[in-house]
């Protein structure tokens, strides 16, 4: 079955709209204006988190959590001949920016620009062999004449993004910049709607959190501010079903084989053990993954917060993750923010997180 026509509708305007790390203003403005009409409050942080609430009077709270943030750049520098040098928002590839079409954003409107290199034929030979590519070597192409002419157009500290597009593929794939991890912003609001129509014993709070790619420093503030019982943060996770992967090293993890499920010690296992529990009563397939440690996304921040939450994650298979061109299942998709409202759905007064 298709994915819901406004809910691909919203997953495509976040996809389209520009929100690297600092710079979320735009894309939560959308997710503002997408949940007013299902949800009971909605709030924006000093941080800049939008945290959305449903049945907010219940005692007890849970709390989804998808980043909004995508990496990104910084202007840093125009040269006398009008080229724009970066800085980076989070972390960077640098191995797939030459060649790569950008777009710096400020008021005046979005500018295209294009990362130029030295042609192959001017290299030298320790150009060509060189792999690694050092930011401060790397220029972008407005089409200026000088720097004047540039600074008409952009300005240092203006952010800028790769080119936004979502690209459609068979088997429901889509490719497109910043499926990290505006899949997972996608997949906590539409699990808060499809809460939405049924009723639930607890307090959902579902947020878009602001700079995860530098720190998971939005998931920190709104955690504290919303102090749950339990959290769950929804980010992407590295797809081993490309020839870029050692399968043999790493658990399987399949783009359209279902959420991944996460194991280890920033797990609760009573989350963990209900998730598994939801899948099966809700006949969704999901992966095994294994976390022997802390992990990198909100997850991390959450657990830790005031006196502790139950926290876990689910993780959405992703190829090519940090480069230009990731690409997810609409159906992994669909399948998390069910796994999710069937987990929330799941959660009586009896139920205890304490892991005894």
Known sequence: MAMRTQSKAFLYELLNTPSPTGFEQPVQRIVRRYVKSFADSVTTDLHGNVIVGLNVKAPRRVMLAGHCDQIGFMVSHINKDGFVYL?????????????????????????????????????????????????????VDIGAKNRKDAEKMVAISDPVTFRLGITEMPNDLISS?????????????????????????????????????????GAQTATFTIDPEVGIAVDVTHATDNPGNDTAKVAPCICGGGPVVYRGPNVNPVVEKMLEAAA??????????????????????????????????????????????????????????????RFVQDIGPKVDFRPL
């Open 280 to 341: 099966k009563k809700a006949k969704i397939a999901v992966q095994p993954g294994p976390a022997n440690r802390p992990m990198g996304n909100d997850a991390n921040a959450i657990q830790v917060a005031r006196g502790g939450v139950a926290a876990a994650s689910i993780g959405i298979p992703n190829r090519y993750m940090h480069t230009q061109i990731e690409i997810c299942s609409l159906k992994d998709l669909e399948s998390s923010a069910k796994l999710l409202a």
């Open 87 to 139: 800085n980076t928002l989070g972390g960077i590839d640098t191995g797939v920016l030459y060649g790569s079409h950008v777009t710096i954003h400020n008021d005046r409107g979005p500018i295209q620009g294009v990362i130029g290199r030295k042609p192959i034929h001017l290299q030298t030979d320790e150009e060509r062999g060189r792999n690694k590519v050092e930011i401060d070597k790397v220029w």
């Open 177 to 217: 910049v910043a499926l990290d991890d505006k899949v997972g912003l996608f997949v906590v609001m539409e699990a808060l709607r499809l809460c939405s129509e049924s009723k639930i014993n607890v307090a959902l709070y579902s947020v878009s959190t602001v700079q995860e790619e530098v720190g998971l420093r």
